[in-house]
T-cell receptor, first 113, second 109 residues
Framework: DAGITQSPRHKVTETGTPVTLRCHQT?????MYWYRQDPGHGLRLIHY???????DKGEVSDGYSVSRSKTEDFLLTLESATSSQTSVYFC????????????FGQGTRLTVV | KNEVEQSPQNLTAQEGEFITINCSYS?????LHWLQQHPGGGIVSLFM???GKKKHGRLIATINIQEKHSSLHITASHPRDSAVYIC???????????FGKGTRLSVIA
C-alpha cells in the first residue's frame, strides 16, 4: 500500500474554530490533492499542490486554505469552520498528476457543530 | 461544464452474475480512472486508461474515445465486490480529475 496517512481520522469541532487536517506521504510523489465527499456529490477538489509551495484552487476552495512546505506534508486549514464544511475529507497523491495512478488516504470525518 | 455521468446509480446482483457499470463524459479526455470505495470508506485505484482495454483478475475496463464512454465489467461477481465504483476523468492535459457520483453495487450470495 502507498504510504499516505491522514490525521486526525475523526474530529468534532465547533462553528467558528480553526481546524487543520494533515496529509503525510512517504512516496515522494509530486502531486497532492484534498477532496471532500458529501452525499449526492462525487468527490470534489478543494485544493491541490504540484510541488513544494506550489498550490492551486479546486472547485470548492472557498473557506479553505492549504500549505505545502515539505514534499511529504500537505495541510488543509479551515480558518473558521462552518456547518457546511461537515464532510469526509480525502487526501490523494500521484507521481505525475492525473495521467498516473492516484493513491488515497483513509479519509477524515469532520463534524462541525 | 465538463461532466461525468455514471449509470446505474445503484445495482444489486446475484453472486456469479456478470456486471457492467457505465461512465460517459461530455468532451474529450486525457485520462480516465476507475476507483473502488468499500463500505469502510477507503478508496482504491482500479484502473487508469486513455484508450483500449485493461484487465486485472475478474475486472475489465474498456474505453471508447469516439463515443466518450467507458465501462467497468466484473465477471463472476462475489459479495466481496460490494462497494461503490467511481469513474473520474481529466478533461485536458494535467487538469485535476472530475469525479462521477459513483455506482453502489451490492452482490448477494
Amino acid at each position: 500500500d502507498a504510504g499516505i496517512t491522514q490525521s486526525p481520522r475523526h474530529k468534532v469541532t465547533e462553528t467558528g474554530t480553526p481546524v487543520t487536517l494533515r496529509c503525510h506521504q512517504t512516496e515522494n510523489h509530486r502531486y497532492m490533492y484534498w477532496y471532500r465527499q458529501d452525499p449526492g456529490h462525487g468527490l470534489r477538489l478543494i485544493h491541490y499542490s504540484y510541488g513544494v509551495k506550489d498550490t492551486d484552487k479546486g472547485e470548492v476552495s472557498d473557506g479553505y486554505s492549504v500549505s505545502r512546505s515539505k514534499t511529504e506534508d500537505f495541510l488543509l486549514t479551515l480558518e473558521s469552520a462552518t456547518s457546511s464544511q461537515t464532510s469526509v475529507y480525502f487526501c490523494a497523491i500521484s507521481d505525475q498528476g492525473v495521467n498516473t495512478e492516484a493513491f488515497f488516504g483513509q479519509g477524515t470525518r469532520l463534524t462541525v457543530v | 461544464k465538463n461532466e461525468v455521468e455514471q449509470s446505474p446509480q445503484n445495482l444489486t446482483a446475484q453472486e456469479g452474475e456478470f456486471i457492467t457499470i457505465n461512465c460517459s463524459y461530455s468532451v474529450g479526455i486525457s485520462a480516465l480512472h476507475w476507483l473502488q470505495q468499500h463500505p469502510g470508506g477507503g478508496i482504491v485505484s482500479l484502473f487508469m486508461l486513455s484508450s483500449g482495454k485493461k484487465k486485472h483478475g475478474r475486472l475489465i475496463a474498456t474505453i471508447n474515445i469516439q463515443e466518450k464512454h467507458s465501462s467497468l465489467h466484473i465477471t463472476a461477481s462475489h459479495p466481496r465486490d460490494s462497494a461503490v465504483y467511481i469513474c473520474a476523468v481529466s478533461f485536458s492535459g494535467n487538469t485535476p480529475l472530475v469525479f462521477g457520483k459513483g455506482t453502489r453495487l451490492s452482490v448477494i450470495a
